[in-house]
């Protein structure tokens, strides 16, 4: 089942290495990587299409936001420029609950996973640099 985003267009199902209970579509409108989640038992219809598509219409604005989040968050980290975030992805859930994954982090420790900010509606309610916890970064003792 494809699903169509106002503005957007239609993102069609992602079948391959989806794991049982989840439901993904994707599209790269532009340059910029489009995905859709759904965790059973929530369903397509749970989606909020036309909330998605104002996100969408106001992704500059809000790629900004999340770059100036991701900027005070690691700002004393060794190594981080912000000049050095790049490659934003957008993934959106049922509700209004989303985040903005920069793919490409140029900093120790930001660079395997990159940088995810998790939004409500417009709000940055989270910063996370998916760095797994029990693998030591190495930059610590630096």
Do not use: K, N, Q, Y
């Not at 100036?68 to 690691?74: I, M, Q, T």
């Amino acid at each position: 089942m494809t699903i169509t985003i106002p503005g957007v267009g239609d993102l069609p199902p992602v079948v391959d290495h989806v794991p049982a209970g989840l439901s993904c579509w994707s599209t790269v409108d532009g340059e910029t990587p489009i995905s859709v989640i759904v965790e059973a038992p929530a369903t397509a219809d749970d989606l909020d299409l036309p909330f998605i598509a104002g996100v969408l219409a106001a992704r500059d604005r809000l790629e900004a936001t999340a770059r100036a989040a991701v900027e005070d968050a690691f700002r004393d980290r060794p190594g981080f420029s912000p000049d050095g975030v790049a490659h934003p992805e957008f993934t959106f859930h049922p509700g209004r609950d989303w985040l903005i994954r920069f793919a490409d982090v140029t900093a120790p420790g930001l660079d395997e996973l990159g940088v995810m900010v998790v939004f409500r509606g417009e709000e940055v309610v989270g910063v996370d640099d998916l760095a797994d916890p029990e693998e030591p970064r190495g930059h610590e003792d630096e």
